[in-house]
């Protein structure tokens, strides 16, 4: 019998139904000698003069089935779905039950089109066939699990007027070589990817200017080498790059992650991040949390639940990263779990998965945190992900912009980095953030210093970034939620802001340079996380953050005497305005002493409209001048 060139190795020991109009004993002698040479020509790798040679004999064989199924095979090899699809159609007009054998095949192809439905129908055909062996029932039986869970997926997340239109990012970014991995800072201004030049792979990024992408370049500094640096994550700041390292020296197993830091001279020399991240198993796919605080990456460590789990380490106070944490079983699988990337709102995962039930392959997932584990995994869905194994997803802090690298037909060479708009139901919070620099008041010299994030629905802390050396610092603001602001340091005065994001997000990011008063006599700071309903003194349980802080500031200064001033705007009756004044700062000295400070130390009065800081005549001055401020007494 003709030797077939169907190359899908699922196809092996297909039980032959019985033929009811086909006969291959009655092919054209001619037609046959060409499908003979078009296999050898096939087992070279030359697929396309193998299509033609076959083509050839269909011309001498117009019903030449087996040549129609091999053209349909060889264009499945080159993932030429459509082709495939045709070819396989026209074999199955010249026998459609001698075609039952050959529906899986014609399935994938169908599935890789996003024609589920059809695909479903065609493996059902094929599952009808008796006495089927177990390898193909085996076979069948998974692509019919993953065709209805495509169908099932549509009915559950229609598309609506939602396109997938990948743009390749262009001649800036991509080249003729592997361009892959990438990774964006928070406020979108540079790009860091992966560059595979003959077999070495170096760290690249570009810087975006004037409204594009600069030519890209290797990374400047020491990061670089020639023993091959991939996969990086450069930290939402800007000031920290972690990547994969593999078969370095003095490294602790096949792959480890590493760690550059950003000076003036470019990036440091990588440092091993140690034994607590590191094992002598393989260690891939970091990515860093916005507040720097939490490290995700994957690892096939014993311990984990199969072969590849995607794991947490967390920030200790001696700069060290703690003893990683297995995301556990709502996100990892007996099969592998891979390159993690945690958005800049903190709280959205995505990664990819073999698994989790999806389209074939491994397919790209999204988590959310949910109290202290996560919710359940949400496919990303057709045509994000597809019955081929998809790789590494990273969002912007737009919520919506997407990066990912692919072989798709407008590559400059292999691998390129492409760009597109996530569908709105599987994206994260859109993420605004707040930058500037902390400096001393007086001396105007930069301060080290903690930078908290609070909910102020939950009273639960987000984030909290330590500034660099210099006083710089970057803080993330999810939209969605209310937020408490807090700038801390020994010795001085705590700064507060609110950044009230549930209702409406502003259309730009936030600068904030904050001096930082020292403790001293004279010293003030408004309390911008105190809150009153209108013309009540009852604080209210948002008002909590604020208070805690200025307690712990008494705690921390015990000889610390403050006064505590309340402020209205000139609506309603002067002497109203007065006595609620007065009330609303007796409410936090109340606060104060029923937590256990002494009551000598605290003194309160309300000054009403009498001293404005901005003009009543606009609502947003008015708010400026409906304040709670804390005064330094004396220490």
């Not at 892959?180 to 792979?201: C, H, L, M, Q, W």
């Not at 995607?310 to 007996?334: A, D, K, Q, W």
């Not at 304040?627 to 330094?632: A, D, G």
Request: include cysteine.
């Amino acid at each position: 019998m003709i030797k077939k060139i169907i190359t899908i190795s699922i196809l092996a020991g297909l039980f032959c139904t019985a033929r009811a109009q086909y006969d291959p004993d009655k092919v054209n002698k001619k037609a046959k000698a060409l499908y003979e040479k078009a296999y050898g020509i096939a087992m070279n790798g030359n697929y396309i003069e193998s299509i033609k040679t076959l083509q050839d004999a269909i011309k001498i064989e117009p019903r030449y089935a087996e040549a129609f199924l091999s053209i349909a095979g060889l264009y499945f090899e080159q993932k030429k779905y459509m082709e495939a699809i045709e070819y396989y159609e026209k074999a199955k007009v010249i026998d459609s039950v001698w075609f039952k054998d050959y529906n899986l095949p014609y399935s994938i192809n169908l599935a890789g089109i996003g024609e589920f439905q059809k695909a479903l129908h065609a493996i059902g055909e094929f599952l009808s066939i008796p006495n089927l062996n177990e390898q193909s029932r085996k076979a069948a039986g998974y692509r019919l699990k993953t065709y209805q869970f495509a169908v099932d997926y549509s009915k559950q997340h229609p598309l609506g007027n939602y396109r997938f239109e990948p743009k390749n990012m262009g001649d800036s970014i991509n080249s003729i070589q592997l361009d892959y991995f990438p990774s964006i800072t928070v406020d979108g201004k540079e790009f860091v990817f992966t560059r595979r030049i003959n077999a070495n792979e170096e760290l690249y990024e570009s810087k975006f200017e004037n409204g594009h992408w600069t030519k890209a370049q290797p990374m400047p500094g020491d990061i670089n080498s020639n023993q091959g640096e991939a996969g990086a994550n450069i930290s939402q700041d800007g000031q920290w790059l972690i990547f994969t390292g593999c078969n370095f020296p003095y490294g602790f197993g096949s792959c480890d992650l590493y760690i550059s830091y950003l000076t003036p001279d470019g990036w440091s020399k990588p440092e091993n991040m140690g034994r607590q991240i590191n094992t002598d198993a393989w260690e891939s796919g970091p990515s860093l949390s916005p507040d720097k605080r939490d490290l995700y990456f994957a690892s096939t460590r014993l311990g984990g639940y199969g072969g590849s789990d995607i794991y947490v380490s967390h920030l200790l106070p001696n700069g060290r990263f703690s003893e990683p944490e297995n995301l556990g079983p709502e996100v990892n699988t007996i099969a592998d779990e891979s390159t993690p990337f945690i958005h800049a709102d903190n709280e959205t995962l995505y990664f990819t998965s073999a698994g989790h039930l999806g389209y074939g392959g491994t397919d790209l997932f999204m988590v959310k945190k949910q109290g202290k584990g996560w919710n359940k995994p949400v496919n990303l869905g057709y045509p994000i992900n597809t019955i081929e194994n998809e790789g590494m997803l990273v969002v912007a802090a737009d919520g919506k912009t997407a990066f990912f690298g692919s072989d798709r037909n407008d590559t400059r060479g292999g691998l390129d980095i492409y760009t597109f708009e996530l569908r709105e139901d599987v994206r994260p919070a859109r993420t605004l953030w707040v930058k500037g620099k902390v400096f001393d008041k007086k001396t105007g010299k930069g301060l080290p210093s903690g930078v908290e994030l609070t909910d102020l629905s939950t009273r639960e802390m987000v984030s909290r970034v330590q500034t660099d050396a210099t006083g710089n610092y970057l803080v993330t603001l999810p939209v969605g939620k209310d937020y408490a602001f807090n700038v801390k340091r020994k010795g001085y005065l705590f700064f507060s802001d609110n950044f009230p994001l549930s209702q409406k997000a502003p259309d730009s990011t936030y600068n904030i340079d904050i001096p930082l008063q020292p403790i001293e006599a004279n010293a003030s700071v408004v309390l911008k996380n105190i809150f009153f309903d209108l013309g009540k003194f009852d604080l209210r349980p948002e008002s909590t953050i604020e208070l805690d802080n200025i307690f712990q500031l008494l705690k921390e200064n015990p000889t610390l005497k403050i006064q505590i001033s309340g402020h209205t705007d000139n609506i309603g009756k002067a002497a109203d305005n007065l006595t609620l004044s007065n009330n609303r700062a007796q409410a936090v000295v109340k606060y104060l002493v029923s937590k256990g400070i002494e009551a000598p130390r605290l003194s309160f009065k309300g000054y009403g409209a009498t001293q404005p800081v901005a003009d009543n005549n606009t609502e947003a001055g008015r708010a400026q001048n409906r304040r709670t401020e804390l005064q330094v007494i004396s220490q």
